[in-house]
């Protein structure tokens, strides 16, 4: 066994026989939902185990090499979509800290009229607004959910702002998880400042301030289940030399290993509840990204994102600025070789932002014969609609701001040149098969749910006919938010680890 | 730098050919990129599932004896020049069937990012994001010293420069330098926090706060 930076991060041996642990609770990955359910269990003087697939990566090793750190921090290599009518590219961290590592740190609670649904309709008491505050507020402190630093934020923020402004359309200025953010542009491939406040620099180090550890390169396969009841976990060390295994028993497991693969790896076990909402219920916050050309430099430098513009919430359209580094930036475009060269020329002169849709509808996540994954999704006419709404309140954002030309995600409409063009491309209607989408916020497979024929997590977040079993990140999600989730998520995890840790002990005492 | 994956045989006669046609070129660069954005190519694919890597083979070869399926000619992909290639890619890239459209997204989406992530592009287009780096990491390494000993504001407000540096030269190469000079200068403890705009519990009187958010206000002037 071997240590990285701290003992409690812990890279295990590759070979040799089984590593056998034993704990009072295991957690399954290390990301927003994982982290801070090893912490806050840890903190209840439970002995913790956070088992993570992925490899630790210190902020030391961030280089500027995009390709090499999409392999060493993302799934897949980056390389995974949804499949559709559209298919949908998505990212999911695989390291230590998960997604937290790659997104763009910004920090919202969960819409009121959200947690009023869930309460009202989900029949989730515990998930009120009133409730959760004293979560929100611990998770917010815990992360440094602040604003930026003055100055900070950059052009291409600030031309956001000025067509908002000139509008008159309401904004909302970002917090986001970061100490001294610097605008550097680099956060999809982990910050190479040190500012963005991942679980790696939050919740982990509480969990090994009370003897927590983390085990790098531990791929959960195995759902260890007796009498009914869960009793453990067992995989594989990956990505080292070797074809170790490791078996980890426990009071209990919580799994957190996202809203794609915790679906999966209950399928894969046969866990499927009796509601067979397992896999289900899975809402994507579709995004499409925008471009828009400036007669002067807007880009290069500055924070991701420090404003969304909230005035057509009620629509279920969120409009954000969203800087992203020049290769990012290339691939907003349709377009490769000496035309593309000709474009990027003008690279720092264009200003890039996107539109999120609060989306309805309910993809699935599903294990085919061989175990194989099926992740699907379909963008819906209603949705596409307020895309194609959300696109014209963009472009007439940016007209406004002074833009030359907005380039739009639509395939038969990719550059507007005036309001007229926008008028033309709200016409023209483009279809869901002409539109290329992305999504970073995946949600809501193993729902939780006051019903036990409508979900597949009790209240307090344990899978309902399996005792031991847990499910606190992306995954237990009730539904759709229409915000960034992380913060939603760190305080559904903790909601869920409070009560687990207090269930433990309780039956530990008696 | 050898890696795991590595188009051969003939795929790698048509992966070359894609890539050669698909980088960026300017008459005032005189790299050609073809080679190493391959290389950086098969690394990227290396970190890709087998399903992934077997996808990019397989329509390569789909590509390379597409000629006629699309009416575009007889010539394989790989026979034929750099221009003609251009034509065809360009063709299927804007297909009224999206599906054939998405395969040369792919290739396109690979080749862009590896390639506009080199340093030498970078510097061409005058990105200069290398260099940004070291200028932000130095700049936060200062403003995290002149934190030392001072008590941070509590959440959600920002932890601004301390009064040291001025907003508008944040963003600019060479700010670290300038806030160590106007810190030594002032010789000012760092207060908790001048950014002076807050209201007490941090937040911005202009926008939300960051409350749990109700329903947003009736709009104002409507969009189109
Ligand atoms: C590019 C990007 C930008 C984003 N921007 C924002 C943003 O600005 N604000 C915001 O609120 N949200 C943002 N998000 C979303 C947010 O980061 C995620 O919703 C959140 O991190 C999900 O938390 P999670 O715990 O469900 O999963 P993750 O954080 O993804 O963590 C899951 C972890 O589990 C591990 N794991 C999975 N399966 C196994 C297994 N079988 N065995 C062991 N380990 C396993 C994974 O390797 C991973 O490390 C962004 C996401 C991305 C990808
Ligand atoms: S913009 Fe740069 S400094 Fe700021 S959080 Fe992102 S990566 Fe870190």
């Not at chain 1, 390709?67 to 590219?89: C, D, E, F, W, Y």
Request: proline fraction near 6%; charge should be positive; charged fraction near 25%.
């Amino acid at each position: 066994m071997t240590a990285a930076a701290t003992p409690n991060i812990v890279v295990p041996e590759s070979r040799g026989a089984t590593l056998r642990l034993d704990c009072d609770v295991v957690v399954v990955g290390s990301g927003a939902g994982g982290a801070t359910a090893a912490a806050t269990l840890a903190e209840a003087g439970l002995d913790v185990i956070c088992l993570e697939e992925g490899g630790y990566h210190p902020t030391a090793e961030y280089s500027a090499d995009i390709p090499q750190m999409i392999a060493k921090i993302l799934r897949n290599g980056g390389a995974t979509a949804i499949m559709g009518r559209s298919p949908v590219p998505y990212l999911e961290g695989r390291c230590v800290g998960g997604s937290t590592v790659v997104n763009g740190g910004m920090c919202w609670r969960t819409p009121e009229r959200v947690l009023d649904t869930w309460v009202n309709e989900y029949r989730l008491e515990a998930l009120s607004a009133r409730r959760l505050e004293p979560h929100f507020e611990e998770v917010e402190r815990t992360i440094n959910a602040r604003y930026q630093d003055p100055g900070s934020e950059g052009p291409n923020n600030d031309m956001f702002k000025r067509g908002a402004d000139r509008l008159g359309w309401k904004l909302s200025k970002n917090r986001r998880n970061q100490i001294h953010c610097v605008g550097s542009n680099d956060c999809v491939t982990g910050c190479p400042t040190g500012a963005k406040q991942s679980t790696i620099s939050t919740w982990l180090p509480r969990l090994y301030a009370r003897g927590g550890a983390v085990y790098t390169h531990c791929r959960v396969e195995k759902i260890l289940q007796e009498g009914g009841r869960v009793v453990g976990v067992a995989g594989r060390i990956v990505d080292l030399d070797g074809e170790r295994r490791f078996v980890v028993r426990s009071r209990a497991v919580v799994l957190a290993g996202g809203a794609v693969q915790t679906p999966i790896l209950m399928l894969r076990n046969g866990i499927q509840v009796k509601s067979g909402q397992v896999g289900r219920n899975f809402t994507i916050h579709p995004n499409v990204k925008m471009a828009a050309l400036f007669d002067h430099p807007v880009a290069v430098r500055g924070a991701h994102q420090a404003w969304q513009c909230i005035e057509f919430e009620h629509e279920g359209i969120l409009m954000a600025p969203g800087l992203i580094p020049l290769a990012f930036q290339s691939v907003a475009f349709n377009d490769f070789g000496p035309r593309l060269a000709q474009r990027m020329r003008d690279h720092e002169h264009i200003a890039t932002g996107g539109i999120l849709v609060d989306d309805h509808a309910s993809g699935r996540v599903q294990v085919l014969p061989f175990g194989i994954p099926l992740v699907r999704y379909d963008v819906t006419d209603e949705d596409q609609r307020r895309f194609i709404q959300g696109a014209a309140y963009l472009a007439t954002l940016y007209f406004e701001a002074g833009a030359r030309e907005v380039y739009t995600p639509f395939h038969h409409f990719p550059r507007l040149r005036s309001p007229d063009d926008i008028r033309r491309m709200k016409a023209a209607a483009p279809r869901v098969q002409d539109t290329e989408y992305f999504t970073a916020h995946l949600m809501g497979t193993v729902r939780m749910h006051g019903d036990a024929r409508q979900g597949a997590l009790s209240p307090d977040g344990q899978v309902w006919d399996r005792p031991g079993l847990y499910v606190a990140d992306a995954a237990a999600m009730p539904g759709t938010i229409g915000v960034n989730p992380q913060v939603t998520i760190m305080a559904l995890a903790r909601h869920i680890a409070l009560h687990l840790g207090d269930r433990l002990k309780s039956r530990a005492a008696a | 730098m050898p890696t795991a994956f590595a188009f051969t045989g003939h795929t790698r006669r048509i992966a070359r050919a894609l890539v050669e046609t698909m980088v960026p070129r300017w008459p005032d660069f005189d790299t050609d990129l073809t080679d190493p954005v391959l290389e950086r190519l098969e690394r990227t694919l290396d970190a890709q599932p087998k399903a992934v890597q077997t996808l990019v083979v397989a329509g390569l070869w789909g590509l390379e004896v597409s000629g006629p399926v699309f009416g575009h000619g007889l010539g394989r992909l790989s026979a034929i020049d750099r221009d003609e290639r251009d034509r065809r890619l360009t063709r299927i890239a804007h297909h009224p069937f999206p599906t054939f459209r998405q395969g040369i997204l792919l290739y396109q989406t690979l080749v862009n990012l590896c390639a506009y992530s080199m340093p030498e592009v970078e510097a061409h287009l005058g990105a200069r994001r290398r260099e940004w780096r070291k200028d932000r990491q130095a700049l936060r390494e200062v403003l995290v010293q002149l934190d030392e000993g001072a008590k941070a504001p509590q959440t959600p407000a920002a932890l601004g420069s301390y009064g040291h540096l001025d907003p508008q030269a944040f963003i600019e190469f060479g700010a670290a330098e300038r806030l160590r000079d106007a810190a030594n200068a002032t010789q000012t403890p760092a207060p908790a926090s001048t950014d002076t705009a807050l209201d007490s519990d941090g937040t911005e009187p202009s926008v939300e706060k960051p409350k749990t958010r109700k329903r947003a206000a009736t709009p104002r002037r409507k969009g189109p």
